[in-house]
């Protein structure tokens, strides 16, 4: 099956500054990439995701980028804001397979 | 927007006890999922239904962990009895076979084992 690997754990960057959180998927199969933002006490929300038929995705502040050969996927955040500070999650899933596996989680802190 | 309604958000029950969670997913969503969430981990799938049925509950603990859908729409999760270990949250979550993968989460249900 799927395993999922996500890095860093934590990640603490000045306000401003871009954050990036790496993801690494085993299953080639897998062609569905969900990126999620969870706030304390809170399910997780989904931000952005990709498929495989694309390398980069991006929607304001927020961009993910694929590489189907490494099997590797990345979250860009640009000017990050205080309210940007939660865990996020990366996941990944074949298409009409809905079992999807779920890294390990990044604490971003943004420090005004 | 349309949401998954989940209840309780907090409980908390003794070991041995019988607790119950309820999801109530976006209207139309075919697929339901019922997830664990411990503390500091991913969200791990426990039981996947299409519709009334079940599809997936490989990493649900049948012994003590049922799940129903009966009408295809809501659906309940139960934990008898419950254990000190069982302590997390459960979330509730749905998707659209027409909306491809992408899931839904609701806001989840803390449990506490004591």
């Known amino acids: 099956g799927e395993n999922v690997e996500q890095h860093p754990s934590t990640l603490s960057v000045q306000e401003g500054d871009s954050a990036v959180i790496k993801c690494t998927y085993s299953?080639?199969?897998?062609?569905?990439f969900p990126w999620y933002k969870q706030e304390l006490g809170k399910g997780p929300q989904l931000i952005i995701d990709?498929?495989?038929?694309?390398g980069e995705k991006k929607d304001q502040r927020i961009a993910v980028t694929l590489n189907k050969t490494a099997k590797h996927f990345s979250l860009h955040i640009t000017e990050t804001q205080p309210e940007d500070s939660a865990v996020y999650f990366c996941?990944?899933?074949?298409?009409?397979?809905?079992?999807?596996?779920f890294g390990a989680g990044t604490r971003l802190t943004v420090k005004p | 927007e349309a949401e998954v309604a989940q209840s309780p958000r907090y409980k908390i029950t003794e070991k041995s006890q019988a607790v119950a969670f309820w999801c109530d997913p976006i209207?139309?969503?075919?697929?339901l999922y019922w997830y664990r969430q411990i503390l500091g981990q991913g969200p791990e799938l426990l039981v996947q239904?299409?519709?009334?049925?079940?599809?997936?509950d490989s990493q649900l603990p049948k012994d003590r962990f049922s799940a129903e859908r009966l009408k295809g729409v809501d659906s309940t999760l139960k934990i008898q009895p419950a254990e000190l270990g069982d302590s997390a949250m459960y979330l509730c979550?749905?998707?659209?076979?027409?909306?491809?993968?992408?899931?839904?989460f609701g806001e989840g249900s803390w449990l506490t084992v004591v």
């Open positions: 979550a749905s998707s659209s076979d027409r909306g491809g993968n992408t899931i839904y």
């Open positions: 299953d080639s199969a897998s062609n569905y």
């Open positions: 990709i498929r495989s038929n694309v």
């Open positions: 996941a990944a899933t074949a298409y009409n397979n809905n079992d999807m596996r």
């Open positions: 209207s139309g969503h075919a697929t």
């Open positions: 239904f299409q519709d009334e049925s079940v599809v997936d």
